[in-house]
């Protein structure tokens, strides 16, 4: 069963109630204006960092299928032939 984090729309607005946008977020990281987006759909750990500390939201809560609970990377494990 797949672990569920939180819904980008949450993730979204959550960052909006702290008077930032996910482009200004990425943006005030060095990161390019898109960055914190694509986040929410796909693996991109420096945004996804950005905004786990910005909201004050511990990464394996937003994203618990890409983080562990001790701050690591969880990594696909690829299928040997």
């Given at each position: 069963m797949p672990r569920t984090g939180w819904h980008p729309a949450?993730?979204?607005a959550a960052v909006r109630k702290k008077?930032?946008?996910l482009t200004a977020l990425a943006l005030?990281?060095?990161l390019s204006e898109s960055a914190c987006r694509k986040a929410l759909l796909t693996k991109y750990a420096k945004a996804?960092?950005?905004i786990s500390r910005f909201i004050d939201?511990?990464?394996h809560e937003l994203?618990?299928?890409r983080w562990t609970p001790d701050g690591s990377r969880?990594?696909?494990q690829r299928n040997q032939a």
């Open positions: 949450d993730i979204t008077g930032m946008t005030s990281h060095g996804e960092i950005a939201v511990p990464l994203w618990p299928e969880i990594r696909r």
